[in-house]
């Protein structure tokens, strides 16, 4: 079902009144408060106001923290790709999650200072 057959606006009753296509009655019904579809109440959010990545990523937080802190420890004469992957070595077999994860849970401070820099 394609979103043409979703909504029909109503223009010969008046003012423009929304209706939605009830799967259950097989008819147009009175759009009110939100669509129906699948039986579920439905928002539709432009695409425009959705935000397409996570703010909040084990990566992210990987590249914010203990790579700049890896960089500042060379004294800047590193490239953010090799303090992560010196990281990475120093951690083998570990997933990013997991790595973020292990470095939380030694130091909750460098998750604080994370978000206070993404949230000021």
């Known amino acids: ?13 008046g003012p ?5 296509w009830n799967i259950d009655t097989h008819m147009w019904e009175d759009f009110v408060g939100c669509a129906v579809i699948n ?8 695409k ?3 935000q397409h990545t996570y703010t909040y990523t084990a990566l992210k937080f990987i590249m914010a923290i203990p790579v700049v802190a890896e960089q500042n420890r060379n004294q800047g004469h590193i ?6 992957k010196r990281i990475k070595d ?23 200072d994370y978000l206070n ?3 000021v």
Do not use: C, W
Not at 16 to 20: A, F, M, S
Not at 79 to 84: E, G, L, Q, V
Not at 93 to 110: C, D, H, Y
């Open 117 to 119: 820099r993404i949230l």
């Open 48 to 50: 425009e106001a959705v």
């Open 16 to 20: 423009v009144q929304h209706q939605y």
């Open 1 to 13: 079902m394609g979103k043409e057959n979703l909504f029909h606006e109503n223009i010969d009753e």
């Open 79 to 84: 490239t953010k790709k090799d303090a992560y």
């Open 39 to 46: 039986r579920y109440p439905t928002i539709f959010v432009p």
């Open 90 to 112: 120093a951690n083998p077999g570990l997933s990013v999650k997991q790595l973020a994860f292990n470095i939380i849970r030694e130091n909750p401070n460098n998750l604080v």
